[in-house]
Nanobody
Framework: QVQLLESGGDLVQPGGSLRLSCAAS????????MSWYRQAPGKERELVAQ???????NYADSVKGRFTISRDNAKNMVFLQMNSLKPEDTAVYYC?????????WGQGPQVTVSS
């Protein structure tokens, strides 16, 4: 059974930082494309950051330079470091894993950026 367990969602002030964690089980995250998506109320789910199994990185223009996706393969985890947060970053953030066997999603913790 594949599980992606997320943690780190919180309320943070504008300009602050937050790190989301995604712990994978039943899947080798190092062999998968790992991504973070987000969905704000009334909006479509969008790709925020993606880390390919060979180390290639992609970011949405809206977060480029502020967010960083990273991996700890020994712990089978992926992270999203979010800096200089803006109210527009408020959303539910979903960890995603894609490999040859399937497409898997985390539960989506809430990130709220507000004063």
């Amino acid at each position: 059974q594949v599980q992606l367990l997320e943690s780190g969602g919180d309320l943070v002030q504008p300009g602050g930082s937050l790190r989301l964690s995604c712990a994978a089980s039943g899947i080798a995250s190092s062999l998968a494309a790992m991504s973070w998506y987000r969905q704000a109320p009334g909006k479509e789910r969008e790709l925020v950051a993606q880390s390919g199994p060979i180390g290639n990185l992609n970011y949405a223009d809206s977060v480029k330079g502020r967010f960083t996706i990273s991996r700890d393969n020994a712990k089978n985890m992926v992270f999203l470091q979010m800096n200089s947060l803006k109210p527009e970053d408020t959303a539910v953030y979903y960890c995603n894993a894609l490999n040859n066997s399937g497409n898997y999603w985390g539960q989506g913790p809430q990130v709220t950026v507000s004063s």
